[in-house]
T-cell receptor
Framework: AQSVTQLGSHVSVSEGALVLLRCNYSSSVPPYLFWYVQYPNQGLQLLLKYTSAATLVKGINGFEAEFKKSETSFHLTKPSAHMSDAAEYFCAVSEADSARQLTFGSGTQLTVLP | EAQVTQNPRYLITVTGKKLTVTCSQNMNHEYMSWYRQDPGLGLRQIYYSMNVEATDKGDVPEGYKVSRKEKRNFPLILESPSPNQTSLYFC?????????????FGPGTRLLVL
């Protein structure tokens, strides 16, 4: 069975500071990993995904994530936060043999302070 | 424009009054899914469909029904809504339902059951 843990339900950073959102997963088979972003009153939008190619994945809006198998982690980072990055971020996992696809973490609300 | 649409976007109803939330996608996707989002719990899958006339339960199917008579539509039916079904609901689709595929989400339907 697959599962996802997002550490920190709320994260605050200053504008221009590093953004680090943590995600750890559990999977019995090689996983596929995703980060989605949800802006207020909107649906989820894919930021980036890992599908067993390069371990460092670059996404939209300057975000990137690194797959670390030894740590079962897929943390999301951005070097310099912008006010427009304020949103809720969800990490999700999918297993190769799963027809049900995505299992989501509980989400991290990112606040960017001026 | 490729999209997933949901109707209605907002709904207030009373306990026991049957309702249907519609979902439609114009991308010719085979896989469709319903999720509910609750604070602190992330998104949980209610039902999914691998293709027309092929539906299956997700993690939280109790109190819900679905049907898939056409490829583009995947309505969510609450036969007798209860207050614990107050939530934000998302429909999603992907091309084949394969692991690693990007899922595309609708804008969400916010339901309040009194």
């Amino acid at each position: 069975a697959q599962s996802v843990t997002q550490l920190g339900s709320h994260v605050s950073v200053s504008e221009g500071a590093l953004v680090l959102l943590r995600c750890n997963y559990s999977s019995s088979v090689p996983p596929y990993l995703f980060w989605y972003v949800q802006y207020p009153n909107q649906g989820l939008q894919l930021l980036l995904k890992y599908t067993s190619a390069a371990t460092l994945v670059k996404g939209i809006n300057g975000f990137e994530a690194e797959f670390k198998k030894s740590e079962t982690s897929f943390h999301l980072t951005k070097p310099s936060a912008h006010m427009s990055d304020a949103a809720e971020y969800f990490c999700a996992v999918s297993e190769a043999d799963s027809a049900r696809q995505l299992t989501f973490g509980s989400g991290t609300q990112l606040t960017v302070l001026p | 424009e490729a999209q997933v649409t949901q109707n209605p976007r907002y709904l207030i109803t009373v306990t026991g009054k049957k309702l249907t939330v519609t979902c439609s996608q114009n991308m010719n996707h085979e896989y469709m899914s319903w999720y509910r989002q609750d604070p602190g719990l992330g998104l949980r899958q209610i039902y999914y469909s691998m293709n027309v006339e092929a539906t299956d339960k997700g993690d939280v199917p109790e109190g819900y029904k679905v049907s898939r008579k056409e490829k583009r539509n995947f309505p969510l039916i609450l036969e007798s809504p209860s207050p614990n079904q107050t939530s934000l609901y998302f429909c999603a689709s992907s091309a084949k339902g394969l692991a690693g595929e990007t899922q595309y989400f609708g804008p969400g339907t916010r339901l309040l059951v009194l």
